[in-house]
């Protein structure tokens, strides 16, 4: 599996966007961007993906750098609910059944 | 919304003894997964299902290891004799056909004393 990489933490103020970075130089053309988030105590959530262009759905947007290199994940309005850990990850796109391969992710502390 | 469900919470056993660990996914997913996190680590896959069958297991899933869909809602994971290291979150995932968004529910503290 292509490799991401991710910063370990960071924070933001409530009400504040959010940008999460990921890198990601060896991607390949097959390999969709996804991202999940891990709430404290909870299992994994999707949050949205993509393949080349930027994508907006009602939880964040996902801009995808034009050589596919890096993407970043937006929050545009942090709450304190958003504090987790979000996960970049790449997998081929398929009709289902490929497993996600999760790395250390990126804290984000939402503070008042 | 359909969720994930997961139960038990939290199970407790002793070194040795074999648990079963339920799921019920989401009831039009025709794709089955476990994953497990141990505690202030990432999170693993363990294996997939499809079809009745395994599509893709990790060095994890050994003998000890098994999963089942016995009747139409349930998908179970067995552990034979379970040891200390098993102590984990596992989680239990499902996906629709055509689409990779993986569905995850609350997960199961499993606790090997």
């Known amino acids: 599996d292509a490799k991401t990489t991710q910063p370990n933490s960071m924070e933001s103020n409530e009400e504040e966007p959010v940008h999460l970075p990921c890198n990601h130089s060896?991607?390949?053309?097959?390999?969709?961007i996804h991202w999940y988030r891990q709430l404290p105590s909870q299992g994994p959530e999707y949050v949205i993906h993509?393949?080349?262009s930027n994508v907006n759905n009602r939880m964040a947007s996902l801009a995808i750098a034009e050589d596919r290199k890096s993407s970043t994940l937006i929050l545009h309005r942090a709450t304190l609910r958003d504090a987790a850990v979000y996960y970049c990850?790449?997998?081929?796109?398929?009709?289902?059944?490929?497993?996600?391969?999760f790395g250390t992710g990126t804290q984000l502390k939402v503070e008042l | 919304e359909p969720e994930v469900t997961q139960t038990p919470s939290h199970q407790v056993t002793q070194m040795g003894q074999e648990v079963i660990l339920r799921c019920v996914p989401i009831s039009n997913h025709l794709y089955f997964y476990w994953y497990r996190q141990i505690l202030g680590q990432k999170v693993e896959f363990l294996v997939s299902?499809?079809?009745?069958?395994?599509?893709?297991k990790s060095e994890i899933f050994d003998d000890q290891f098994s999963v089942e869909r016995p009747d139409g809602s349930n998908f179970t994971l067995k552990i034979r004799s379970t040891k200390l290291e098993d102590s984990a979150m596992y989680f239990c995932?499902?996906?629709?056909?055509?689409?990779?968004?993986?569905?995850f529910g609350p997960g199961t503290r499993l606790t090997v004393l």
């Open positions: 990850i790449l997998r081929v796109r398929g009709g289902g059944g490929n497993k996600l391969t």
């Open positions: 993509g393949l080349t």
């Open positions: 060896t991607i390949s053309g097959t390999d969709y």
């Open positions: 995932a499902s996906s629709s056909w055509g689409t990779d968004t993986q569905y």
């Open positions: 299902f499809y079809n009745n069958e395994i599509s893709e």
